[in-house]
Structures are given as structure tokens and as C-alpha cells.
Nanobody, 124 residues
Framework: QVQLVESGGGLVQAGGSLRLSCAAS????????MGWFRQAPGKEREFVAA????????YYADSVQGRFTISSDNAKNTVYLQMNSLKPEDTAVYYC?????????????????WGQGTQVTVSS
């Protein structure tokens, strides 16, 4: 059983920044991918970014590449998503997720465990 607790969402003006955090506990996977999806009202789930363990490979959606940076603090079992140059179209609920493989996240848009979600709102 894996539990994910995420935080860091909020309201920010276009061009501003936010940093999301996702702390994991009870993880038993020897290898995994961890990152974020997002979903806006009436829209389908969208992959945002992920990082793998133990390879520490980073993956980004085209829409956020160059603006968002995912990183990890393995000692704290925590992954961070630094979001810069935010745009109104980034507005969504952001869900932290863990999956056994990166392909499950990027291609199937699925996670094995999910956080509770945190709202990110970007105003014009």
C-alpha cells in the first residue's frame, strides 16, 4: 500500500510560478515512475511530467517542456514539480501518481496509486 500526499497548489497570475510537492510513504516498488497528471473540468486526463527510479529519467508533456521541471529528494521520498511561466491553460487539478512503469503513465495515462489532487489556477 502506497500513500501519496501532495501540496503546493494555489492561485497565481500568468507568468508566475508554483512548486508542487508529493510525498510517498509505504512504497514497496523496487522500480517505479512518479509524477503528475492534470485534469480540468470537462477535459480528459493529461500527462504532465514524471521521473523514474532508479534511472532518474525525466519525462515531460510537450505543453510544459521548458517551463516545468520535475525533481526528487529520495531521502524524503518526495517529488517536486517546479512550474514556471504559468499559463491560463495550465489551470487544472494536479494529481500525483505512482506507477510501476513509465509507459503506463505516458501512454496509458494510468497510475497505480494516486494523491488527493491539488488545484492550480492561473489567471490572465
Amino acid at each position: 500500500q502506497v500513500q501519496l500526499v501532495e501540496s503546493g497548489g494555489g492561485l497565481v497570475q500568468a507568468g508566475g510560478s508554483l512548486r508542487l510537492s508529493c510525498a510517498a510513504s509505504g512504497r514497496t516498488f523496487s522500480s517505479y515512475a512518479m509524477g503528475w497528471f492534470r485534469q480540468a473540468p470537462g477535459k480528459e486526463r493529461e500527462f504532465v511530467a514524471a521521473i523514474t527510479w532508479p534511472g532518474n529519467r525525466r519525462y515531460y508533456a510537450d505543453s510544459v517542456q521548458g517551463r516545468f521541471t520535475i525533481s526528487s529528494d529520495n531521502a524524503k521520498n518526495t517529488v517536486y514539480l517546479q512550474m514556471n511561466s504559468l499559463k491560463p491553460e495550465d489551470t487544472a487539478v494536479y494529481y500525483c501518481a505512482v506507477s510501476r512503469t513509465i509507459l503506463t503513465m505516458t501512454q496509458e495515462l494510468r497510475g497505480d496509486y494516486w494523491g488527493q489532487g491539488t488545484q492550480v489556477t492561473v489567471s490572465s
